[in-house]
Structures are given as structure tokens and as C-alpha cells.
């Protein structure tokens, strides 16, 4: 019998959340570069327009980080 895994750490079999807040930051910045990196590489093959597009949603993703930070600290302080 294969046993389920929670993708997520835990502290005594509940999910850690500031553990979690790192997952999600480390898996935006992840998907930031990926995106980056497919802008460039689209641009590198004359499609600009796509390109562009992809670094868009590198920014939109950057900026996604800071906002989730910024939520995750004010939670922190209340």
C-alpha cells in the first residue's frame, strides 16, 4: 500500500506555515526565471511580440513575490 504524502512540511502532522510561505515564494521565483528565460529565448528567435509578452509575466511575478512578502509580514505583525 502506497503511502499519501502532504507536498508540505509539517510539525506533527500539521502543515508548517511558514514553511509553506517559503514554498509558494520559492515556486513563484521559479516560475519568474522560467518566464524570463522564455522571453529571451523567444526574442532570440525573432519573436518579439511573444517575447515581450513572457517578460511581462516575469515582472508580474516579481512583483507577485513582493506582494505575497508584504502580505505574509503584515499578517506577522497583527
Not at 21 to 49: C, M, P, S, T, V
Request: proline letters at 3%; glycine letters at 8%; aromatic letters at 6%.
Amino acid at each position: 500500500m502506497t503511502q499519501n504524502r502532504l507536498p508540505y512540511e509539517t510539525r506533527a502532522g500539521t502543515p508548517s506555515e511558514s514553511d509553506t510561505f517559503a514554498q509558494l515564494l520559492e515556486h513563484l521565483r521559479l516560475a519568474e526565471e522560467a518566464a524570463y528565460l522564455i522571453g529571451h529565448l523567444r526574442k532570440a528567435n525573432d519573436d518579439d511580440l511573444t517575447g515581450q509578452g513572457f517578460l511581462a509575466v516575469g515582472e508580474l511575478l516579481k512583483l507577485t513575490q513582493i506582494n505575497v512578502t508584504r502580505f505574509i509580514t503584515k499578517g506577522a505583525l497583527q
